[in-house]
Protein backbone atom coordinates (compact mmCIF):
# COMPACT_ATOMS: atom_id res chain seq x y z
CA UNK A 1 0.00 0.00 0.00
CA UNK A 2 1.25 3.19 -0.68
CA UNK A 3 1.77 6.37 1.63
CA UNK A 4 0.68 9.41 1.64
CA UNK A 5 -2.91 10.92 0.35
CA UNK A 6 -4.31 9.24 -2.65
CA UNK A 7 -3.59 10.76 -6.13
CA UNK A 8 -6.20 10.64 -8.50
CA UNK A 9 -7.05 12.67 -11.90
CA UNK A 10 -8.33 15.82 -11.88
CA UNK A 11 -7.96 16.98 -15.07
CA UNK A 12 -6.32 16.69 -18.13
CA UNK A 13 -4.56 19.65 -20.16
CA UNK A 14 -5.19 20.02 -24.20
CA UNK A 15 -2.75 22.50 -26.46
CA UNK A 16 -5.58 23.02 -29.43
CA UNK A 17 -5.75 25.25 -32.41
CA UNK A 18 -9.03 26.14 -31.93
CA UNK A 19 -9.47 25.79 -27.62
CA UNK A 20 -13.19 26.71 -28.21
CA UNK A 21 -13.88 24.63 -30.64
CA UNK A 22 -12.21 21.14 -29.25
CA UNK A 23 -13.69 22.45 -25.52
CA UNK A 24 -16.85 21.73 -27.76
CA UNK A 25 -16.23 18.75 -29.15
CA UNK A 26 -14.89 16.87 -25.59
CA UNK A 27 -17.37 18.39 -23.33
CA UNK A 28 -20.29 16.34 -26.08
CA UNK A 29 -18.30 13.34 -25.69
CA UNK A 30 -17.95 13.08 -22.09
CA UNK A 31 -21.21 14.85 -21.02
CA UNK A 32 -19.40 18.00 -19.53
CA UNK A 33 -19.62 21.22 -20.18
CA UNK A 34 -18.08 24.58 -20.81
CA UNK A 35 -17.87 25.46 -17.52
CA UNK A 36 -15.53 28.71 -17.79
CA UNK A 37 -13.39 31.04 -20.16
CA UNK A 38 -10.70 33.09 -19.61
CA UNK A 39 -8.85 34.83 -23.39
CA UNK A 40 -8.52 31.55 -25.06
CA UNK A 41 -8.32 29.05 -21.98
CA UNK A 42 -11.43 27.26 -21.58
CA UNK A 43 -12.52 25.06 -19.39
CA UNK A 44 -15.08 22.09 -19.51
CA UNK A 45 -16.48 20.19 -16.13
CA UNK A 46 -16.16 16.69 -15.02
CA UNK A 47 -19.30 14.90 -15.88
CA UNK A 48 -19.71 13.03 -12.29
CA UNK A 49 -18.10 13.95 -9.34
CA UNK A 50 -15.47 11.32 -9.78
CA UNK A 51 -15.04 12.26 -13.41
CA UNK A 52 -11.94 14.09 -14.51
CA UNK A 53 -11.97 17.98 -16.16
CA UNK A 54 -10.10 19.03 -18.99
CA UNK A 55 -8.95 22.68 -19.96
CA UNK A 56 -7.59 24.05 -23.53
CA UNK A 57 -5.20 26.42 -24.23
CA UNK A 58 -3.90 27.93 -27.46
CA UNK A 59 -1.15 25.91 -29.54
CA UNK A 60 -0.84 26.65 -32.64
CA UNK A 61 2.00 24.08 -33.44
CA UNK A 62 1.82 20.83 -35.31
CA UNK A 63 1.36 17.87 -33.38
CA UNK A 64 3.59 14.66 -33.97
CA UNK A 65 2.00 12.11 -35.95
CA UNK A 66 2.84 9.24 -32.97
CA UNK A 67 2.00 11.07 -29.80
CA UNK A 68 3.48 9.95 -26.67
CA UNK A 69 0.41 9.87 -24.81
CA UNK A 70 -3.86 9.27 -24.97
CA UNK A 71 -6.66 8.86 -23.47
CA UNK A 72 -7.98 5.36 -22.82
CA UNK A 73 -11.69 5.73 -22.22
CA UNK A 74 -14.20 2.88 -20.74
CA UNK A 75 -17.70 2.07 -21.78
CA UNK A 76 -19.52 -0.78 -20.55
CA UNK A 77 -19.15 -3.93 -22.57
CA UNK A 78 -21.52 -4.26 -26.12
CA UNK A 79 -21.59 0.11 -26.18
CA UNK A 80 -18.41 0.34 -27.88
CA UNK A 81 -19.62 0.24 -31.77
CA UNK A 82 -22.58 2.78 -30.32
CA UNK A 83 -19.99 4.61 -28.87
CA UNK A 84 -17.85 5.10 -31.66
CA UNK A 85 -20.47 6.34 -33.92
CA UNK A 86 -21.64 8.83 -31.33
CA UNK A 87 -17.94 10.33 -31.68
CA UNK A 88 -17.72 9.82 -35.07
CA UNK A 89 -20.91 12.58 -35.07
CA UNK A 90 -19.61 14.89 -32.77
CA UNK A 91 -16.61 14.98 -35.22
CA UNK A 92 -14.13 12.64 -34.21
CA UNK A 93 -12.11 9.95 -36.76
CA UNK A 94 -12.55 6.77 -36.42
CA UNK A 95 -8.66 5.14 -37.14
CA UNK A 96 -8.89 1.20 -36.51
CA UNK A 97 -10.30 -1.21 -34.15
CA UNK A 98 -8.42 -3.62 -32.06
CA UNK A 99 -11.11 -6.60 -31.18
CA UNK A 100 -8.67 -9.85 -30.60
CA UNK A 101 -4.99 -8.96 -29.60
CA UNK A 102 -5.87 -9.71 -25.95
CA UNK A 103 -9.29 -11.24 -24.31
CA UNK A 104 -9.51 -8.78 -21.27
CA UNK A 105 -10.33 -5.49 -23.78
CA UNK A 106 -11.92 -4.44 -26.93
CA UNK A 107 -11.19 -1.47 -28.32
CA UNK A 108 -11.32 1.28 -31.16
CA UNK A 109 -8.62 4.22 -31.43
CA UNK A 110 -9.88 7.46 -32.91
CA UNK A 111 -8.57 11.09 -33.78
CA UNK A 112 -10.53 14.13 -32.38
CA UNK A 113 -10.83 17.13 -34.36
CA UNK A 114 -7.58 18.54 -34.12
CA UNK A 115 -6.26 14.44 -34.28
CA UNK A 116 -5.24 14.11 -30.74
CA UNK A 117 -5.80 9.92 -30.39
CA UNK A 118 -7.95 8.76 -28.10
CA UNK A 119 -9.17 5.05 -27.30
CA UNK A 120 -12.66 3.94 -26.58
CA UNK A 121 -12.94 0.22 -24.53
CA UNK A 122 -14.81 -2.29 -23.23
CA UNK A 123 -13.84 -4.82 -21.31
CA UNK A 124 -16.12 -8.11 -20.91
CA UNK A 125 -18.04 -8.91 -18.09
CA UNK A 126 -15.96 -11.02 -14.92
CA UNK A 127 -17.07 -14.79 -15.15
Known sequence: MADGPPVSLGAVNVAARDPRALASFWAGLLGGEIAGEHGDFVFVSAREPDGFAMSFWPHPGDRPDQPAQHLDLTVPWGTRTAAVDRAVALGAVHRWDVLDEVPWVQWSTLA??????????EHPPAG
Open 112 to 121: DPEGNLFCLA
